[in-house]
């Protein structure tokens, strides 16, 4: 079971709503095959871990593993909520490899 530190708080139906920059504690992919999106740059730009999956042509994968940014789980619900608790469990050191590695990006071939 997934559990969220007290600072992540998670919108129940019903509930007001929560402004989007307040949530953000990890960026999750849970796509099979992905090259290296965009989005994963800005995570890396904004200090935000990536959780994604092993599939052999997800390319996601191999930024998160390269760069120490985050967790690489089997693309099912629970291994994914693994890899997420795995990461909230030492989030501090994957934010600041995200932050660290972005600065070794090539922006002008990211956009």
Do not use: C
Request: proline letters at 10%; glycine letters at 6%; a negative charge.
């Amino acid at each position: 079971m997934l559990t969220l530190p007290p600072e992540v708080p998670l919108k129940r139906s019903g509930e007001a709503t929560v402004p989007p920059v307040i949530v953000r504690a990890v960026l999750v992919l849970p796509s099979k095959r992905e090259g290296f999106p965009n989005v994963v740059a800005e995570a890396m730009a904004s200090a935000l871990p990536v959780v994604t999956t092993n599939d052999k042509t997800n390319g996601t994968a191999a930024v998160v593993r390269e760069y120490g940014i985050g967790a690489v789980g089997e693309p099912t619900p629970s291994a994914i909520a693994d890899a997420i608790q795995a990461v909230l469990q030492d989030w501090p050191e994957h934010s600041a490899r995200a932050d660290a590695a972005a600065t070794t990006l090539d922006w002008e071939s990211l956009v």
